[in-house]
T-cell receptor, first 116, second 111 residues
């Protein structure tokens, strides 16, 4: 089955620093990757959609200069939270899909970010 | 009106009973529908996908889709305490490739 690996599982960083989260599709080519964030007891909020080799498309209200997304290959996408602040503390989850929706929408295991 | 709506629950179900979850969506042209299960602190895991009207069964789970009424449901038969989780309904619209999620229904299965 389709497997998506996400690292790190959790990270604690100081306010003002940047954090990079990796999302890899292990056994299929992910033409599209999605990045979500989830606050406690809330549903998933889509932040951006990235297609391999193209600039990411950000949802309304998401700061593209703060949340940098790179999808340089068919198996790897990264989300960098720049100049992190405590309000950026959240659960970040990636999801990957193959061409035409192949392999469905498989989620990574998520990254718990805490900014202190 | 939210694009995808679910009752937030909690839906309390005795062990062994059937849990029935509902989801309605607003985009009539939506094509693909997914049910995910999410345990607290974990990422969502796919339970079932459904694309055509009618029922689709997979083990103890049955998804039901009615495009005319714009709803999709999930039945969990012989509910187990391990089924206690939040169930997310997700819909792929006719245009684009992203999923829109409902707020989730929390299910509690009591022994």
């Amino acid at each position: 089955g389709a497997v998506v690996s996400q690292h790190p599982s959790w990270v604690i960083c100081k306010s003002g620093t940047s954090v990079k989260i990796e999302c890899r599709s292990l056994d299929f080519q992910a033409t599209t990757m999605f990045w979500y964030r989830q606050f406690p007891k809330q549903s998933l909020m889509l932040m951006a959609t990235s297609n391999e080799g193209s600039k990411a498309t950000y949802e309304q209200g998401v700061e593209k200069d703060k949340f940098l997304i790179n999808h340089a290959s068919l198996t790897l996408s990264t989300l960098t939270v720049t100049s992190a602040h405590p309000e950026d503390s959240s659960f970040y989850i990636c999801s990957a899909s193959g061409t035409g929706g192949l392999y469905g929408y498989t989620f990574g295991s998520g990254t718990r970010l805490t900014v202190v | 009106q939210k694009e995808v709506e679910q009752n937030s629950g909690p839906l309390s179900v005795p062990e062994g009973a059937i849990a029935s979850l509902n989801c309605t969506y607003s985009d009539r042209g939506s094509q693909s529908f997914f049910w995910y299960r999410q345990y607290s602190g974990k990422s969502p895991e796919l339970i079932m996908s459904i694309y055509s009207n009618g029922d689709k069964e997979d083990g103890r789970f049955t998804a039901q889709l009615n495009k005319a009424s714009q709803y999709v449901s999930l039945l969990i038969r012989d509910s187990q305490p391990s089924d206690s989780a939040t169930y997310l309904c997700a819909v792929k619209k006719a245009a684009g490739n992203k999923l829109t999620f409902g707020g989730g229904t929390r299910v509690l299965v009591k022994p």
